[in-house]
């Protein structure tokens, strides 16, 4: 199984990006999944997630300007980020999770510029 995230980039402040991550190797059904974000001298948070049955959590610095979707037919989860500010700037990975293990993606780096 392999993750491959994508969509990060520079941005100014007040703007979007939306990110995605692709999974190989095994359904996408039936998993959780989940982004998670690092940032300079930080540990890792997560920022979003969705359960195999679609309920969405999200942490409180990006609840109403980040979104968490997936699309099984395309073996893709998203995550679209709207209003980014300079504390959003991070390498964002993907995550999921099946009942025979959890997959780490390799990280897309986002830069949010004041």
């Known amino acids: 199984v392999q993750l491959q995230a994508s969509g990060g980039g520079l941005v100014q402040a007040g703007g979007s990006l939306r990110l995605s991550c692709v999974v190989f190797?095994?359904?996408?059904?039936?998993?959780?999944v989940g982004w998670y974000r690092q940032a300079p001298g930080k540990q890792r948070e997560l920022v979003a997630s969705?359960?195999?049955?679609?309920?969405?959590n999200y942490a409180d610095t990006v609840k109403g300007r980040f979104t968490i979707s997936r699309d099984h037919a395309k073996n893709t989860v998203y995550l679209q980020m709207n209003s980014l500010n300079h504390e959003d700037t991070a390498k964002y990975y993907c995550?999921?999770?099946?009942?025979?293990?959890?997959?780490w993606g390799n990280g897309t780096e986002v830069t949010v510029s004041s």
């Open positions: 995550n999921a999770g099946w009942y025979f293990g959890n997959y």
């Open positions: 190797g095994t359904a996408f059904m039936g998993s959780n």
């Open positions: 969705m359960s195999s049955t679609g309920i969405a």
